[in-house]
């Protein structure tokens, strides 16, 4: 069993910044890609931005030059730098991990925070 908390959601101004935190816990042998998704309401849940265990990154085209995802110091973090914020990066923003509990393929995770709300607005 694999646990997802997210945290920093809130709100703000057109144009300020925000910092996401996310921590995986539990039984973890391989970390594969932890990721940000974002769901507006009445939207479907769309990937910001991921890193994987071999360091690569994405970045949905929508924030790219604006917000950052990088790994914590501590094993499975996951971070998201939110800049020059706009009210339609409004969302429920979700974290995800994805990875192996154990050796076998039946050890396959891939888990969900229960997501932290994300207002941008005047």
């Known amino acids: 069993q694999v646990q997802v908390v997210e945290s920093g959601g809130g709100l703000v101004h057109p144009g300020g910044s925000l910092t996401l935190s996310c921590s995986a816990s539990?039984?973890?042998?391989?970390?594969?890609?932890m990721a940000w998704y974002r769901q507006a309401p009445g939207k479907e849940r769309d990937l910001v931005a991921s890193?994987?265990?071999?360091?690569?990154?994405n970045y949905a085209d929508s924030v790219k030059g604006r917000f950052t995802i990088s790994r914590g110091d501590a094993k499975n973090t996951v971070y998201l730098q939110m800049d020059s914020l706009r009210p339609e990066d409004s969302a429920v923003y979700y974290c995800n991990a994805r990875g192996y509990s154990g050796y076998s393929a039946a050890s396959q995770f891939d888990s969900w925070g229960q997501g932290t709300q994300v207002t941008v607005s005047s």
């Open positions: 539990g039984t973890i042998l391989n970390m594969i890609a």
């Open positions: 890193t994987n265990r071999g360091g690569g990154i």
